[in-house]
């Protein structure tokens, strides 16, 4: 007596797609498309702008700059992983002096233990702390006084202001 053949299941046959089928190029193309597509947003060339216009359009801004950081200015310096103040002295070719309201510190410890992080930043001596005599603990309406309170005062003086904002949203400003 022979063997007898046991039929397959379909399930346990593998099936291999040829090289040649049209659904294996459909995605190649596409793969090839969107690598271009990120190429071309990656790739952009900036013209070499003289660096004499640095201060063309505020001839009375000049170092030592005072900087009044935001919260969210720090967050992300931390994401990239920047320092702050190194990278300010790269932007700006000058000294700077990094400047922090309480209330930029009242939101950070609001915070919680995330930020801890840019709480121990904030504590570094190089970091100018700018008490605030008003109440509530809202960030961006503080630096928005703030530079009211010394435009006010700039133009009734004829002093210049040496003080930048560094911030990612300063919506409510209007200036």
Do not use: W
Request: hydrophobic share 35%.
């Amino acid at each position: 007596m022979g063997k007898t053949k046991k039929a397959r299941k379909f399930a346990a046959v593998k099936r291999i797609i040829s090289p040649k089928d049209a659904r294996i190029k459909k995605n190649q193309e596409l793969a090839l498309q969107k690598k271009k597509k990120e190429e071309e947003q990656r790739v952009k060339h900036v013209p070499q702008v003289s660096s004499a216009l640095f201060f063309t359009y505020n001839t009375q801004l000049g170092p030592p700059y005072h900087i009044i950081i935001d919260t969210n200015f720090i967050n992300f310096s931390i994401k990239n992983k920047l320092d702050i103040v190194k990278s300010m002295m790269d932007c700006l070719y000058a000294k700077c002096v990094p400047c922090i309201t309480d209330c930029v510190i009242a939101e950070l410890e609001k915070l919680g233990s995330k930020f801890s992080v840019a709480l121990k930043i904030i504590k570094d001596p190089h970091f100018e702390r700018l008490p605030c005599m008003h109440k509530g603990t809202y960030a961006d309406d503080c630096i928005v006084n703030r530079v009211e309170q010394v435009c006010c005062t700039c133009h009734s003086n004829k002093a210049t202001s040496h003080t930048c904002i560094a911030a990612q949203v300063l919506h409510r400003c209007n200036m």
